[in-house]
């Protein structure tokens, strides 16, 4: 060994260099996996160091291009793979000792990752991704978080035909042999750890909202793309009116896209508008939800129960003078509805055209566009576009990082690792509507000029409000305690390796 004794800072700076020297974020994904995998504080220390340099890089948007080709760059094993064939295994693996300390587990299976589809067990980059933030940010210990991928198979034939495929080589296990498989899993974990939080990711739409209501009153368990989601939006929405200087209630919301991610921020702005003093029919009033075959109308076939709860009936339309045999399209609502805020979730890139977003600027001096869906290849309009056809006027939230000034990015980063972190502190058994939606309104309120949600680098801020807000409401501790025992990623006497 050379006799030099290096600083973490040092370390830091040597692993940064040749970060920068690898030609493309993918190639920077692969380095910081690795480095996650062989030395967690110095990892910890980079990512924290510069986390908006470092947050496209560990999640959105290059963590989809690491989901899809997971197989491809497999080192090392990290979180837990359960699989169908290992069902009745579940108690033994979850038992083991190195598990003792979890107090967060983020599980996918893979089906529906960002806007890629189904990628089978590469769905695990979300899981290792969502965690890495829940420390860099929230500081819970990197030894208390557990990635897990439920192997329900994959739909995805090319996944199953490549022979570097790491994952169950099935088709993908459905009906009530899925939902047994799931029952089996949430049960083991309810035993192993009563007050773990358990966040839900990617999951296929109706999947999505069958596990959140069926679970979430048996342990503290959330649905990031449906309530980490709507939090974000309607924080950043309500930031983006407090602009515009008009209610949230005073709002013609058009939204398209309306799965679950959609449903889950219309549930939230109703839940907010009837706090702010509207009737919960004023607020539903207020919420035009389009998907890609056009408005969505009662009566049409179907439809989730969270859309049946805002399709419109034919008298809303009646005066529009469209055609009887086909639901108006996205154009054709925003036009007639006069939409001051325009929310996308299809993954439909391009959904927004030009004669959209030019009919939304016309019946508004600052129309609200937020394209949301992830990865960049799937938003909805790239923000120079909306810039240039709303004249300049646009206010702008993306679900991706756009390098395009004064554009907010609403990532739900902003949003569940404080949740998790105010959860925890409160030993809460449950994580309820209010605690979103005071998650919702701190991340609101904590940037008052430039962009509407703090700069990245105040992301750990933004964690402890957020869990403050989470907390108090939940009758837990203060903001010092806290604090207090968030982790930080420094060495203990001297360099170890967790």
Known sequence: MPPHVGTLEAQIERRRRALDALPDDFHRYIFLRELQDSNEILFQALVQSDLPHMLPLVYTPTVGEGCRRFSEIWRKARGLFISWPNRDRIEHMLANPAFDRVKVIVVSDGERILGLGDQGAGGMGIPIGKLALYTACAGIHPGEVLPILLDAGTDNAALRDDPLYVGWRHARVRGEDYDGFVDQFVEVVAQRWPHVVLQWEDFAGANAWKLLDRYRTMLPSFNDDIQGTAATAVGTLMAAVRRVGSPLQDQRIVMFGFGAAGAGIADLLVRAMVEDGASEAQARAAIWPVDCMGLVMAGQDGLSPAQ??????????????????????????????????????SGQPGAFSEEVIRAMASGTAQPIVFPLSNPISHCEAHPVDVQAWSEGRAIIGTGSPFAVEGITQVNN?????????????????QVTDEMFLAAARTIAGMNSNGPLLPPIERLRDVALEVACAVSQGAGGPDRAEIAAVMWQAQYQGGPIRL
């Open 413 to 429: 980063v902003y949003v569940f690792p404080g949740l998790g972190l105010g959860v925890l502190a409160a030993r809460a058994s």
């Open 308 to 345: 049946r709860r805002y399709a419109r009936r034919a008298q809303d339309i009646a005066s529009w003078g469209c055609a009887s045999d086909a639901a108006p399209s996205l154009a054709q609502v925003v036009r007639h509805v006069g939409a001051t805020v325009l929310v996308g979730t």
